[in-house]
């Protein structure tokens, strides 16, 4: 019988992958997780392979086999795998009877096209993307509690939809008016493939834009902020740190608003969502607080005119952008308290 509190992890040696290990390793309420790579190179712990973990992160390691996996009783799987990869494994997964919450982009839409349009990937995997939540919990925690399938979202897109929504849902977005989403992150963000425009020397005292009007998170953005492409600008930029979200939202609003109109509207929309922290008006948050947390900060300027909002949204992108929100997605599958491993 399948024990959801029993824990694998596919894929382990990327950002996202390690800071999910060292979550799930301080987990009070599950199993030690048992870990699985393509090759292990003789590695036979964790901590063969991430020696800061000696002494507290002796968890086990295995080569990726599907058919251990669905012998074993584990019943929650998590994907910090490529896309590709998780479009392939997942459905088997899922077959075997084990709930998958997937840290890639792979089940992120209901479309195969918008998928195979933004990812330019095939989609073996269509059948299933209807099945799948997103992973938002502070939109969608209802159905992730009983999903089979959590689509982790992407740190971007979780910066700018937790920032957008409830503008978006007061109907305070005046149409016909572009949003300008000006976001800015961390090199860890781009993932740990070497590449030459990653390398020390192109990063560090550098700051680019990149990916302009054809970055992949840019579907979810629309799909969960119900903003038409035509008035979205999605802006990316590299910053010389290694890790850190921090996106400027720009918004024309539809009726005149007061700084205090506007904090009781977040503060209302989150209320009980203690992984948000709304700033006061007047104060902003910066990267430097929410480093090596599992937070979301937002906070806002208004001008004089009570009409133009800028609302600055900020977190680690592998935090709340996430291998923290996968946990926080598990906690509710399991029926416990959010912050629980996260804090």
Not at 278 to 306: M, R, S, W, Y
């Amino acid at each position: 019988m399948r024990d959801p509190r029993q824990i694998t992890v596919i894929g382990v040696t990327g950002y996202t992958g390690f800071e999910l290990a060292t979550l799930l390793l301080r987990h009070p309420g599950i199993g030690k997780p048992t870990f699985y790579v393509r090759e292990t190179n003789g590695a036979h712990c964790l901590s063969d392979l991430f020696p800061q973990l000696r002494g507290w992160g002796e968890a086990p390691l295995k080569p990726l086999a599907l058919e251990a996996i669905a012998g074993s009783n584990s019943g929650t799987a998590f994907l910090a795998t490529p896309h590709e990869v998780s479009a392939e494994i997942a459905p088997k997964l899922l077959d075997a009877g084990l709930r998958v919450i997937d840290l890639s982009g792979a089940f992120r839409f209901a479309s195969a096209d918008t998928y195979s349009s933004w990812y330019k990937l095939p989609t073996p995997h269509a059948e299933r993307l209807s099945e799948a939540a997103y992973g938002l919990p502070e939109l969608y925690a209802e159905r992730i509690k009983s999903a089979k399938l959590i689509a982790n979202p992407g740190c971007y897109a979780t910066s700018v939809i937790l920032a957008l929504r409830p503008l978006q849902d007061a109907g305070l977005l005046a149409a016909g008016h572009t949003v300008i989403c000006d976001c800015k992150s961390g090199a860890s963000g781009a993932g740990k493939d070497p590449r030459r425009d990653l390398q020390f020397v192109e990063v560090e005292g550098n700051f680019r834009a990149y990916n302009l009007f054809n970055h992949r998170h840019t579907p979810e953005i629309l799909e969960h902020t119900g903003l038409p492409e035509s008035r979205l600008i999605f802006s990316t930029h590299l910053l010389p740190i290694p890790r850190g979200i921090l996106s400027s939202i720009y918004v024309t609003l539809a009726h005149h608003q007061s700084p205090q109109d506007i904090e009781t509207l977040f503060r209302k929309f989150y209320a009980g969502h203690s992984l948000i922290r709304i700033h006061p008006a007047g104060t902003l948050p910066e990267v430097q607080h929410i480093i090596k947390t599992n937070f979301c900060d937002i906070g806002f300027a208004l001008h004089v005119d009570g009409k133009r909002l800028a609302v600055i949204s900020c977190l680690d992108n592998l935090g709340k952008g996430a291998a923290g929100q996968a946990v926080q997605n598990l906690n509710l599958t399991l029926g416990l308290e959010e912050r629980t491993g996260l804090v």
